[in-house]
């Protein structure tokens, strides 16, 4: 989740995505991302709130309703990256890198990936050490071949703080950097990219997601996005930069990468909604898949 200058609390959103997530897997099934692990690691707030029927009404359908279009995002982005994980390990890949994790569960669910890759989560401090809290709540160990390295992408060049982690930069490696980029500026997202792209190897993968301009966003989606947008900025975690996704492509090539495949907004829904076809999907953001 964001990685904004005010690191001496935890995120606020980064919390919320766990919840996201964990309401869905009690809400569907099959899920369309199965994380088992994300009621676990929610506050007690929206424990609270996710076991009892009333107050998931009340909270999320209600204080919190003009948002619930926009949730699908959160788990369908997941599974989209935890696929492409997927794939990147069993192509040989064995160095994962996940910017921005919050509460992202992947090192204590996915041990048959675990025991062939080295992953570092990488986040702000606080958010990083009430994870660990919540980890030792309930007794979930942190693997041996997870590492955890706190960093601000405002002000942290991501090369040398992976580097200093252990990450081999002479081999290749698959990113996932999921709801971090609209919270950042233009010039720090470019400067993660640049970090990327001239100091990883060659077929180095990197996985984000990004949110559509108003002006160019759907019209029967615009109320949401200024809705989400308000929400976020009023808990002090703004929105700062948005794209038009038709030039997503041409972006990350200007940064470095020699190749992209682009997932419109538009065309996420028929390769994941498909079993739950009464779910919309947000034509807000979408996703981008740049190899080195």
């Not at 949110?211 to 615009?222: S, V």
Request: negative net charge; charged residues 20%.
């Amino acid at each position: 989740m964001p990685d904004n200058k005010t690191s001496n609390k935890p995120s606020t959103t980064a919390d919320l995505v766990a919840a996201v997530r964990a309401l869905h897997v009690r809400q569907y099934s099959p899920p369309v991302f199965d994380d088992n692990l994300a009621f676990t690691l929610c506050s007690s707030f929206w424990k609270t709130v996710i076991r009892n029927r009333l107050l998931t009404r009340i909270v999320v359908y209600g204080i919190l309703g003009k948002l619930n279009p926009i949730m699908p995002e959160i788990y369908v982005r997941a599974r989209w990256a935890e696929d492409n994980v997927e794939s990147a390990v069993e192509q040989g890949v064995d160095q994962v890198v996940i910017l921005g994790a919050g509460y992202d569960s992947f090192a204590l669910r996915r041990h048959d990936l675990m025991a062939r890759i080295q992953l570092w989560e990488i986040d702000q401090a606080a958010t990083q050490r009430e994870k660990f809290r919540r980890m030792d709540k309930h007794g979930l160990e942190r693997h041996a071949n997870a590492h955890y390295v706190e960093a601000n992408f405002e002000v942290d060049p991501l090369h040398e703080v992976l580097k200093s982690a252990g990450v081999d930069l002479d081999r290749p490696s698959i990113f996932v950097w999921l709801g971090v980029t609209y919270y950042l500026t233009e010039d720090a997202i470019k400067t993660t990219l640049a970090s990327i792209s001239g100091h990883m190897a060659a077929g180095t993968v990197l996985c984000l997601d990004y949110i559509a301009g108003e002006e160019h966003t759907p019209e029967n989606w615009r109320e949401l996005r200024a809705g989400c947008a308000a929400f976020v900025a009023k808990r002090g975690e703004p929105w700062v930069t948005d794209y038009d996704p038709a030039e997503v492509p041409a972006f990350l090539q200007g940064c470095g990468f020699a190749s992209v495949d682009n997932m419109l907004p538009s065309q996420i829904a028929p390769h994941y909604m498909h079993q739950h076809p009464s779910i919309p999907y947000p034509e807000i953001m979408g996703f981008a898949r740049a190899v080195v």
